[in-house]
């Protein structure tokens, strides 16, 4: 496999960009490993993944970052996503800038969620000039709050996510932050 250049920005092992449509049956694939998604409320159809990658294009467009489309510099592999978005949902907290990432299992265990993480809190604050960025997940998702931890992120609060509701094993979650000052120093 060739990487998909340009890239808007890379990582010392990664590539980030904008998602293009052959990237559908590949991020589709990963949304409905079961093992995958063991932290969410179910898989996802081709056609949620479809709607999740048109939303993440608009975004970009309007407001210079999403979850990025990952692949791996080596061989131009696709290993999920990583990247910011808006979370909007009602709480005391937003609307705000939230972080996050879902990668391939393949690629678990290589540190790339971290790298990733680390090179988008990176043009979060340098190239965005946001102030400060979120992360939140279930408290059962210890995997992505050990990510949290790594990227020098501080647990600001658990909480029960409106979205979850119906789904009690997901619903308390934790809150990170890191501010650009915090980022900078760590």
């Excluded at 996050?100 to 990176?122: F, H, P, V």
Aim: net charge negative.
């Amino acid at each position: 496999m060739q990487p998909s250049v340009p890239y808007l920005f890379t990582s010392d092992r990664l590539g980030f960009r904008n998602w293009h449509p052959s990237d559908l049956p590949l991020m589709a694939a990963i949304n409905a490993n079961p093992e995958v998604m063991r932290f969410f409320p179910s898989v996802q159809s081709v056609e949620d993944t479809r709607q999740f990658i048109n939303r993440m294009q608009r975004q970009q467009s309007l407001k210079g970052f999403c979850y990025f489309a990952v692949e791996r510099l080596e061989d131009g592999a696709f290993i999920g996503f990583t990247g910011l978005s808006e979370a909007t949902f009602e709480a005391p907290f937003t609307p705000c800038i939230d972080i996050g990432w879902r990668l391939d299992e393949t690629y678990w265990s290589q540190g790339y969620a971290t790298e990733g993480a680390r090179r988008c809190l990176a043009y979060a604050f340098e190239n965005l000039q946001l102030e400060a960025v979120n992360a939140i997940a279930p408290l059962v998702n210890e995997p992505s709050i050990n990510v949290m931890k790594k990227l020098g992120m501080r647990f600001i609060e658990t909480f029960q996510h409106p979205v979850l509701t119906q789904h009690p094993f997901l619903q308390e979650c934790a809150r990170y932050l890191i501010t650009k000052a915090e980022f900078q120093s760590h």
